[in-house]
């Protein structure tokens, strides 16, 4: 099973970026939908792991018509050491958008479809970013792991 190319919640979709959306980003331009702050950083960051047409490729977090952040994978799923497919996800929103949910609800929305298709999903989290360790709880992801080359926790959410 692939994860649809739009996941849609109660209050949001998640399409997958589109080569403009990527150009756009690389390029610095804005585009009609976007939030002021966006793309931050970390979705400029992201935006090298795109690749057209892959289900597992980053996504925008739209409310309404306005984009608040991103939402994707890593890469596609691998096998893990104990057999189970697994791959990283990463999340984050404008600063303006933090606080009502949104990242919590992007989150849930992926994990219906990872879950369906058996892939077990991490992250990566900075110790310190309790706003984010929140969203991980309130998101299944139990299993610590310890941490990364960067400091930060590694966390998975058992199948």
Not at 83 to 108: I, K, P, Q, S
Request: net charge negative; glycine share 10%.
């Amino acid at each position: 099973m692939v994860l649809p190319a739009v996941v849609t919640t109660e209050r949001l979709t998640l399409p997958l970026w589109t080569a403009d959306d990527v150009a756009a980003m690389r390029d610095g331009v804005r585009r009609p939908g976007w939030h002021a702050a966006f793309p931050r950083p970390d979705d400029r960051d992201a935006a090298t792991l795109w690749r057209d047409g892959d289900c597992w490729s980053p996504r925008s977090i739209v409310r309404g018509t306005t984009v608040l952040g991103s939402i994707g994978f890593f890469g596609p799923p691998e096998v893990a050491d104990d057999g189970v497919e697994e791959t990283e996800v990463g999340y984050g929103l404008v600063d303006e958008a933090h606080g009502w949910g949104f990242a919590t609800e992007a989150l849930r929305g992926v994990l219906v479809h990872t879950d369906a298709a058996g892939v077990r999903i991490r992250a990566s989290v900075a110790p310190e970013n309790k706003p984010s360790l929140r969203v991980l709880a309130k998101c299944g992801f139990t299993q610590l792991r310890g941490a990364n080359e960067d400091g930060e926790l590694v966390m998975a959410r058992p199948l």
